[in-house]
């Protein structure tokens, strides 16, 4: 493929310059000979048949586009859905890859904070919020819509590094039916009950995975540190993150009257806010995000959750 060809494919898909070079792993010579052909604004003009097409979308190749009248267009999707469609969709194809080329998309963009962190920072309504589950099964019970999805952990799925059973862990519920093109009308979630998403969010709660309310509250990540990129190889953006990007309105209240040094809490803490120092269990405030996840494994109820002064 000629230079400039690739350039445009890769403009149309808006794929950074930092994995341009992994174009072809991407996308496969039938999805490049279509994205090839589109016009200046990324539309399908050539006539396809609509089969096709359709298998585009469903791979996050293309989007949808309704017009008047009910017409749809087809349109170059943005390489970020063509990722979360590939390991979703096309698992066995993304994992048949070479290591080096799954390592180097997830280093450089899918896991980067430098991409995705930035531009969220201190940002009105662009913050998450970390929340014990009894704050999560109250807005989940008192949600406002009908629309409920479990979702595959896509952290998870890019990294394939936890043994966690993350299958069916994040959980959506806009207050209307998915757009067409997120991956929610796409088809990549499941869609369920209310009954059937709070006994997953219960179900997280006893993996020991972190539940964190999206910037529009309309769905709950549920992760650990070794797979989040909220959590995980945040570098510079660590002492930011907390409270700049992800608030943190809780905080554990330890008994040490209570606590007998068993340990549990400190394997179940996930941001090393509890360990053990001199045989005792010291807890460390100021890296504690109110997960209260270590609560579950404490047999004699020394954890506490509460709200932060």
């Not at 350039?7 to 794929?15: A, G, L, P, S, T």
């Not at 309504?125 to 019970?141: D, M, N, S």
């Not at 360990?275 to 209260?292: A, D, I, L, N, Q």
């Amino acid at each position: 493929m000629r230079d400039v060809d690739r350039k445009k494919i890769c403009d149309k898909v808006q794929m950074p310059e930092n994995i341009r070079e992994f174009l072809e792993y991407i996308y496969t010579p039938f999805d490049l000979g279509i994205l090839g052909s589109l016009d200046e604004d990324g539309y399908v003009v050539k006539e396809y048949r609509r089969s096709w097409l359709e298998h585009l979308y469903d791979r996050g190749v293309l989007d949808k586009i309704i017009c008047d009248g009910g017409k749809v267009r087809y349109k170059a999707a943005h390489i970020a859905m063509r990722l979360e469609c590939f390991i979703v969709v096309e698992k066995a194809y993304w994992i048949s890859l070479p290591e080096d080329v799954r390592r180097e998309i997830n280093d450089r963009y899918i896991m980067n904070p430098d991409i995705w962190i930035p531009g969220r920072l201190g940002q009105p309504g662009k913050t998450e919020v970390v929340y014990p589950i009894e704050e999560c099964l109250k807005i989940l019970e008192h949600a406002d819509t009908s629309y409920f999805y479990l979702a595959q952990c896509n952290c998870n799925n890019y990294l394939m590094n936890c043994e966690k059973d993350k299958y069916r862990v994040c959980i959506h519920f806009p207050a209307s039916a998915p757009d067409i093109n997120s991956p929610d009308g796409r088809g990549l979630s499941e869609r369920v009950t209310r009954e059937e998403a709070i006994e997953a969010l219960k179900y997280t709660e006893r993996q020991g995975l972190v539940h964190k309310a999206g910037a529009e509250r309309e769905n709950f990540c549920n992760c650990c540190s070794c797979c989040c990129i909220h959590h995980h190889n945040t570098g510079k953006y660590r002492d930011k993150l907390k409270n700049g990007f992800i608030e943190t309105p809780y905080i554990i209240d330890l008994d040490m009257k209570k606590c007998k040094n068993c340990g549990a809490c400190t394997k179940r803490c996930p941001f090393g806010a509890l360990y053990f120092s001199g045989g005792k269990v010291v807890f460390h405030p100021e890296e504690c995000w109110g997960c209260g996840v270590c609560r579950m494994v404490c047999p004699e109820k020394a954890l506490q959750i509460k709200k932060r002064m």
